[in-house]
């Protein structure tokens, strides 16, 4: 069995990539008036479902990674190491919401974490990687095998 290894993302990529994610649900959103609160059933349920679709295709359907990912060379991966589920991507953005309320923790979180995990990886078992994307294989470190000794990432 081929084992790969994984060098996990830092902090300032995956922001960036959260901005870039940001901006774009903020304008479909806005295009959609999900924020006017009028279409399909008020703004709180229409976000909830614009995000939660946008995390589900592509961290599902475009090899684990959203097109903030995507510019950043992220993705995201299960800390096995395989593709996460349908189910996995929802949690993994119900997290995103969880993270917020209090004080900004669960964000705060990943900047103190061994392996750069927020709650939302926490609650879905995720890890954001680093993609080479010259030859679409992971890039390889030593950072997480230090850490967990996770034999998936190294």
Do not use: C
Request: cysteine-free; hydrophobic content about 45%; charged content about 20%.
């Amino acid at each position: 069995m081929e084992t790969r290894t994984y060098q996990l993302a830092d902090i300032g990529e995956r922001f960036i990539a959260l901005i870039i994610d940001s901006l774009i649900l903020g304008m479909v959103g806005g295009m959609l008036g999900a924020g006017g609160g009028h279409l399909f059933w008020g703004g709180g349920i229409m976000s909830f479902i614009l995000g939660a679709g946008y995390q589900w295709y592509f961290l599902t359907r475009q090899n684990g990674q959203t097109l903030g990912k995507m510019v950043m060379n992220l993705r995201v991966v299960k800390t096995d190491g395989t593709p996460i589920s349908d189910a996995e991507a929802v949690l993994r953005y119900v997290g995103y919401l969880i993270n917020s309320p209090i004080l900004m923790l669960g964000w705060i979180w990943a900047l103190l974490d061994a392996n750069n995990q927020g709650w939302h990886d926490k609650i879905a078992n995720t890890y954001v990687v680093k993609v080479d994307k010259s030859s679409e294989s992971v890039v390889v470190s030593s950072k997480a095998k230090r850490k967990n000794e996770d034999p998936y990432f190294e």
